[in-house]
């Protein structure tokens, strides 16, 4: 049988550079349809009342959305919002731009797709499934780690399950890179976030799928996180080559797989809303005996930053929950197959993820 070799799409435009958000202004002019057909910008709230929006290139009927980032986004949440931008103007808009950590750009890439497609949005999570091209989409973080910023999927929880809209329209058209948007992230959610990038390494460096491709990405986003979280580094340095780092790992991920820490955690955040970072540091701190070098350093990096990790959070579920947590951990198969290889039902049972809930 012949190996198919995925043919995935990267961001075709990015801007790097402190400042650099304020060239969005030029950047959107080129991509205007006309003055009826808006740009809908989805700004962070953390933000309201702050200097960034009146940074906001806004001309004509355009319109910026604040949303709270307290919870991941859902896939109802993103059929609200496109209900809402067709009802209240009369044409497609030229654009949309998500400015603000993984939860914002999730939702831009999501609703950008959900502008050109029928249904709701919870139809198209899985591999594949979008058949028609999204409208204009533009990604600008303002915290790093995720890599959401370079990869194809948009990751929703929907009436069943957490997954992601994987498709080669999801990919923004233009990434803004300007690390002076990080500068307000409080040092908890700063770890958190930027450890979702080293276990991307960890998890992808160690894997089955692991190639030559993802190698290259991911060593050099593991150099970059032990730069910034070990060597104290300047605050501006420190800043770029964690915004730096984050791309390489959302590289590294698109041709490979996340793994362990990643499908546990999506468990807890199903069951529980816990977030993606912290979710991801609650589970890989007891994995040591699948990643044993990443979480010794893992825990060096938390002992200098001084970061403590909430404790309990599984202590008083039912039998019940605790088998919906790991019925949804087990159901992330490419995940466990790029840990463990094909045979990873060996090493992982129920009783085995039970065991390392109950720590948490
Ligand atoms: P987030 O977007 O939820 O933001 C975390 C917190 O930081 C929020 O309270 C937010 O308001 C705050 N914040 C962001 N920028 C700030 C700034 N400059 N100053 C002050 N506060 C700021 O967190 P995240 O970790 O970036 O993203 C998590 C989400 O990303 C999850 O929904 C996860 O599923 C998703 N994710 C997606 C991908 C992907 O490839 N699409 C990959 C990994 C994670
Ligand atoms: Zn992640």
């Known amino acids: 049988k012949k190996v198919e070799y995925k043919n995935f799409p990267m961001v075709p435009r990015v801007v790097f550079g402190n400042g650099s958000f304020d060239q969005l202004g030029t950047i959107l002019m080129a991509k205007r349809k006309n003055s009826e057909a808006p740009f809908i910008f989805l700004v962070d709230d953390v933000f309201e009342g702050k200097e960034l929006p009146y940074r906001i290139p806004t001309m004509f009927n355009d319109r910026i959305v604040f949303i709270s980032a307290d919870e991941e986004p ?192 999506y468990g807890l955040s199903y069951l529980l809303g816990v977030k993606h970072g912290i979710g991801n540091c609650l589970v890989f701190q007891y994995l040591e005996e699948f990643y044993p070098e990443g979480v010794a350093l893992f825990k060096i990096m938390q002992e200098k930053h001084q970061i403590e990790l909430p404790k309990g959070i599984c202590a008083n579920l039912s039998e019940d929950e605790f088998e919906t947590m790991i019925s949804v951990a087990m159901g992330m198969e490419p995940l466990w197959e790029n840990a463990l290889g094909k045979e990873w039902r060996k090493t992982i049972t129920p009783a085995k993820l039970k065991s390392i809930y109950e720590k948490i």
């Open 74 to 265: 859902k896939t109802n949440q993103v059929d609200v919002l496109v209900q809402k931008i067709r009802d209240d103007f009369s044409e497609i808009p030229s654009g949309i731009v998500g400015i603000g950590g993984g939860t914002i750009m999730d939702l831009a890439k999501a609703v950008s797709i959900m502008m050109n497609n029928e249904g709701s949005s919870y139809e198209y999570q899985g591999w594949d499934l979008v058949k028609k091209p999204s409208i204009y989409h533009v990604g600008i973080p303002t915290i790093s780690g995720t890599g959401a910023e370079v990869s194809r999927t948009t990751v929703l929880l929907g009436p069943e399950r957490k997954l992601g809209i994987n498709s080669d329209y999801t990919t923004f058209d233009q990434v803004v890179l300007d690390p002076d948007l990080t500068k307000g992230v409080s040092k908890e959610q700063w770890f958190y976030t930027g450890m979702d990038c080293f276990i991307h390494c960890v998890e992808s460096l160690n894997g089955t799928y692991l190639n030559a491709f993802s190698q290259s990405y991911g060593e050099k986003a593991y150099e970059l996180c032990k730069e910034v979280f070990l060597d104290g580094l300047g605050e501006t340095e420190s800043r770029d080559k964690l915004m730096m780092a984050s791309w390489h790992g959302g590289m590294s991920i698109a041709y490979s797989q996340v793994g362990v820490a990643h499908a546990m955690s």
